[in-house]
Structure formats: structure tokens, C-alpha cells
């Protein structure tokens, strides 16, 4: 018998197993980023949010930000927007690109898109949210999926009634961010309103916000009741947070922390990533940040992130990062013979 903390479900045709959602971050969670993510136990991935106007102009980016890698099916392509005709040409333009499913955002806080009423703005409108979610339901075949936030701000919570209309318009899955659109990623996710949109539908319902480790998604599940668990900001810097959230969801012992050699890996690895996926130029400010954020809080970061930040070549930004992670592992390895002595 299994001991897993929850059975997974179907969608569509896909069996997920492991209900364990990379989250999509804007700028983060490209496809360099997602191929380090998947061996820590994902069950599935999606992609960045794609505007549905940016698709309509046809932006090399655009084409970029949508490429699947070969072994992360089943993966969603996540697509933004609230006029039904711009929104039901990204969701076939989607699945021709390679989408398993097409996942709709309406979560998205960041002004410039709620500006052009998409993203959680959309939550205001809850005719259009259901005149968008039939039409593309309608458009493709394969099962399409929404994510959204709990409201627009507290006096206006509606995520019941949002949660029911997507049932009822066909949605196959939905994500619930804890938080409205005015808290931004302030304060604390409500994992009780993750629970409301669960108990108002039958479709399978995934948690997201604050999740930071296997203890906050076991207490996510406890509180809410969801279905699956979607795990954000914890993974930049640090994907091994996806190994202790699966491990939780299957009931299997915690890995051990990564060592500085193992982590110096995966930098060099994504840093390798990159390159090849979006040229030096274009990797060279990704890395900026990503490689920041895997050195946070390690002995001496301070000093490597000011050098790191202002290097201007690839190959020099790839020695500094070899070098510093190294460094840690031979501080490991004196420590080792320290204390064996």
C-alpha cells in the first residue's frame, strides 16, 4: 500500500503521479532553468507566461520562452490575456508547439499586465473570466488549465466563485496562488482560501504560496485539502527545495543537503544552459541573477556577488563562479580533516 501524502490524478491523457508543479516565474523558469528543476522529482513544468499579443507579433523571444525540452513532457505552456480571439490563437499556437496543456494565467500582479485588464486583473470580471476560459476550452484539445490568485484585494475576494466558473466552463485543473493581487508577494499566502476553491469543485485543485520546504507542504496540504503542490520563489538558487517537497509527497526519507561540489555543479551546468539556449549575451544577465541567488547566504558571497555583478565577459563570469563554489568545497574538505584529526 502506499504511503505517498497524495495519489496524484489524471489530466487528459497524462497520469501525474507526483503532483509537484514547477511554478512559472517570469524570467526564471525558462527552459535552462526547468531542465535542472525536472530531475528533483517534478511532476510537471510550465513555462513562463506568454502574452497572447506577444505571440500575435511573433517575437523570436516569444518562440524561445515556449520551447519544451524532449524529456519534460507532460508540460503546459502558460498563456495570458482577455480578448478570446488573441487568447484562443495562443492556446492553439500552444499545442503547436508541443503543449500538453495550455494553463491560462489570471494571477499575474504585475501592473503592465493588469493594466491591459489580463492577469489577476481579470479577476474583476468575472463574465469575461468565463467568456475566455469557454472559448479556449473550446479551441484546443488538449486539457486546458487556469491559475489565479484569491481575489483582487480583500473586500473583493472571489475565488468560490471564480474556482466554480472555471468547472463549469470546462477548466481540467486549477492552481490557487494564496494571496490577492494587492498583497503582490507580500505578506502571508492563505492557504484556508486554497481550501474554498477546493471544496467548491471537483477538479483538481493545486496550492501555491509561501511553500519553502517539505514541512510547509505538508501543513499547505493539511490546512487546504489541495490536490497538488506548487512550489515558486523557494527554487531560485536553490532547486534542491524540490527534492524535500517530493520527497514529503512520497514518503521518503529527506535528502541530505547539497554539497559545494554538487552545487557547484549545477551553477556551472546552468550557467552552460544558458548560453546555449539564449547565446552569451542574453545569459550573461541571466546569470546575474540566478548565480546570486545560489550563492545567498554562503561564506563570503558579499565579495563574489559585487566582482560577479560588474565582470563583463562570459568566460571570466564562468571562472569566477567555478572558483568561488570550489573554494567552498575545499573549506568542506578542511573542516573534514579538522575534525577527523
Not at 483582487?152 to 477548466?171: P, Q, T
Request: hydrophobic share 45%; net charge negative.
Amino acid at each position: 500500500m502506499s504511503n505517498k501524502l497524495l495519489p496524484g490524478f489524471k489530466l487528459g491523457d497524462h497520469q501525474i503521479d507526483v503532483p509537484l508543479v514547477l511554478a512559472p516565474m517570469a524570467g526564471i523558469t525558462d527552459l535552462p532553468f526547468r531542465k535542472i528543476c525536472k530531475r528533483f522529482g517534478v511532476g510537471l513544468v510550465v513555462t513562463e507566461m506568454i502574452a497572447s499579443r506577444a505571440i500575435d507579433m511573433g517575437r523570436v523571444r516569444t518562440e524561445r520562452m515556449a520551447e519544451l525540452g524532449a524529456d519534460e513532457h507532460p508540460a503546459s505552456i502558460q498563456i495570458a490575456g482577455s480578448d478570446p480571439v488573441f487568447v484562443c490563437e495562443a492556446a492553439r499556437w500552444a499545442v503547436d508547439h508541443g503543449a500538453d496543456f495550455v494553463d491560462i494565467n489570471m494571477g499575474c500582479p504585475v501592473k503592465k499586465i493588469c493594466k491591459q485588464t489580463a492577469g489577476s486583473a481579470m479577476l474583476r470580471d468575472e463574465p469575461l473570466v468565463a467568456r475566455v476560459l469557454e472559448a479556449v476550452v473550446k479551441a484546443v484539445e488538449v486539457p486546458v488549465t487556469l491559475k489565479i490568485r484569491t481575489g483582487w484585494d480583500d473586500s473583493s475576494k472571489n475565488v468560490e466563485n471564480i474556482a466554480r466558473i472555471a468547472e463549469e466552463s470546462g477548466i481540467q485543473l486549477l492552481t490557487v496562488h494564496g494571496r490577492t493581487r494587492a498583497q503582490m508577494f507580500h505578506g502571508h499566502a492563505s492557504w484556508e482560501d486554497i481550501g474554498l476553491a477546493k471544496a467548491a469543485v471537483s477538479i483538481p485543485v493545486i496550492g501555491n504560496g509561501d511553500v519553502v520546504g517539505a514541512e510547509s507542504a505538508k501543513e499547505m496540504i493539511r490546512i487546504s485539502g489541495c490536490d497538488g503542490v506548487m512550489v515558486g520563489r523557494a527554487v531560485q538558487g536553490n532547486p534542491w527545495v524540490l527534492g524535500e517537497v517530493y520527497a514529503a509527497l512520497t514518503d521518503q526519507p529527506q535528502p541530505a543537503p547539497p554539497t559545494a561540489e554538487q552545487r557547484c555543479a549545477i551553477v556551472l551546468e546552468h550557467m552552460h544552459n544558458l548560453a546555449e539556449h539564449h547565446g552569451v549575451q542574453f545569459a550573461s544577465k541571466m546569470a546575474r541573477k540566478h548565480v546570486l541567488w545560489y550563492s545567498k547566504g554562503l561564506r563570503g558571497s558579499a565579495d563574489f556577488r559585487s566582482h560577479f555583478q560588474v565582470m563583463p565577459d562570459w568566460q571570466q563570469m564562468l571562472d569566477s563562479a567555478e572558483a568561488y563554489f570550489l573554494s567552498l568545497a575545499e573549506d568542506d574538505h578542511a573542516g573534514e580533516l579538522a575534525h577527523a584529526a
